[in-house]
C-alpha cells in the first residue's frame, strides 16, 4: 500500500529502503558463515527487524535530522526475514534469505508506508580446508556465491522495497572454535558486484499529473562494494546460552559524491560501520528433549557509528530458528 504525496516528499520515503538492503548480509540474520552444514542438515531463523532513525549520515559525511528540520524518529522499518541453509552434500550449503519489507517514513506533513517482497538472496557456501586435504579441525574457511534476485516489485514506485537491479556477491570466511573453552570467532569480506541488470522488477510508466508516486525509470549505476563482518562468541552451559559481539561495515569502492535527489531516491554509493550486540538461548539443549533437533530464541541489538549516505539506526532483531543436525 502507498500513500499519494508530492514529489519532494517521495524522494524522501524511499531513500530508506536500499540502505537496510546490506542488513541482509549479517544483522541478526545469518548462521556461521565460516562452516557448512552436514549433508541432509539444515537451519532455519525467522526474525523480526526493527530499525529506527531520526538522523542520517551524507554523502560527505555529516550527521544532519533524516527529514530535515523534522525532530524525533521519521524513519522506521518493521520487515520480517526468513533465512534458510540446506546442507546439499559434504562441505556444500545452500544458503537462502528472503525480506518482507515494511518501511515507515513521517515528513513535516505525512506519515507514509510501503510493505512487500524485497531482493531475495539464494547461494552456496563451500567449505575449503576439506578440498585441500585439510582434516577437520577447530580452523574453517569457506567461499560464499550469492546473487541477488528481485521479487517483482516496482522499482520506481515510491516507496520502494529494493533497488530492483540483480546483483552478484562473493565472500570468504574464516572461523575459530576456541574448543576447549566455549567460544569461537568468525569474520569474512565479500565483494558485491552491483550489475546494470533489472529483471524480475517492474517500472510503470509515469504519466505527469496523475502517477504522483512513481519516478522516473532511470536505471543508476549503483557503485560496487566491499562488504566487513566479524563476530565472537561464548557458548556457555553446553551450548545452552549464545553471548554475541558484532563489527560490520558496506563501503561503496567509489566514494559517495553527491547526495540525494528526486532523481536520485536510492543511494547509489553508500558507507556505514555498526556495531552490535545479541543473545540467545536454547532450551531443547537443556531439557535434552531431541540430541537431531535445536529450538533457539535470539535477538541483537546494532548502531551505527557513522557512514556516508546511511541512516544512523538504532536496530533490534528478535529471531526464532530451527536447526536439525541430519535426516533421521
Not at 19 to 24: D, S, V
Not at 139 to 152: D, E, I, K, R
Not at 184 to 193: D, F, I, L, M, T
Not at 282 to 307: K, M, V
Request: charged share 15%; proline share 6%.
Amino acid at each position: 500500500m502507498n500513500a499519494r504525496f508530492s514529489p519532494r516528499r517521495r524522494c524522501l520515503v524511499r531513500l530508506g529502503s536500499a540502505w537496510l538492503l546490506w542488513c541482509l548480509i549479517g544483522c541478526g540474520i545469518v548462521h556461521a558463515q565460516a562452516w557448512t552444514l552436514p549433508k541432509g542438515a539444515s537451519y532455519t531463523k525467522v526474525s523480526y527487524g526493527a530499525s529506527t532513525a531520526a538522523y542520517q549520515y551524507t554523502f560527505d559525511g555529516r550527521r544532519t535530522d533524516f527529514i530535515d528540520g523534522l525532530p524525533g524518529d521519521t524513519f522506521k522499518d518493521r520487515s520480517l526475514y526468513l533465512y534458510s541453509e540446506l546442507g546439499l552434500w559434504e562441505h556444500a550449503t545452500l544458503v537462502l534469505n528472503v525480506p518482507y519489507k515494511r518501511i515507515f517514513v513521517r515528513d513535516h506533513a505525512f506519515r507514509f508506508r510501503v510493505f512487500g517482497f524485497g531482493t531475495a538472496q539464494i547461494g552456496l557456501r563451500v567449505g575449503l580446508l576439506p578440498l585441500f586435504g585439510v582434516r577437520p579441525s577447530s580452523h574453517a574457511l569457506a567461499l560464499t556465491g550469492t546473487l541477488g534476485v528481485p521479487t517483482g516489485y516496482t522499482r520506481n514506485y515510491a516507496p520502494s522495497v529494493g533497488t530492483g537491479q540483480w546483483d552478484g556477491q562473493m565472500g570468504l570466511h574464516y572461523g575459530l572454535s576456541l574448543w576447549p573453552f566455549p567460544g569461537y570467532a568468525q569474520a569474512g569480506a565479500s565483494v558485491r558486484y552491483r550489475s546494470p541488470l533489472f529483471l524480475l522488477s517492474n517500472a510503470m510508466e509515469c504519466r505527469p499529473g496523475n502517477d504522483i508516486d512513481c519516478i522516473p525509470d532511470r536505471k543508476p549505476r549503483y557503485g560496487h562494494e566491499m562488504i566487513y563482518t566479524g563476530e565472537v562468541g561464548l557458548t556457555p552451559f553446553d551450548g545452552i546460552l549464545l553471548l554475541q559481539a558484532m563489527a560490520g561495515a558496506i563501503w561503496s569502492i567509489d566514494a559517495p559524491t553527491v547526495g540525494f535527489s528526486a532523481l536520485n531516491p536510492i543511494p547509489t554509493h553508500q558507507r556505514a560501520v555498526k556495531v552490535g550486540l545479541g543473545a540467545g538461548i536454547y532450551p531443547f539443549r537443556l531439557l535434552r528433549i531431541d540430541a537431531l533437533r535445536t529450538l533457539g530464541f535470539s535477538a541483537q541489538y546494532y548502531r551505527t557509528l557513522g557512514g556516508r549516505n546511511a541512516l544512523d539506526a538504532r536496530e533490534l532483531f528478535l529471531g526464532i530458528d530451527y536447526q536439525r543436525t541430519r535426516h533421521p
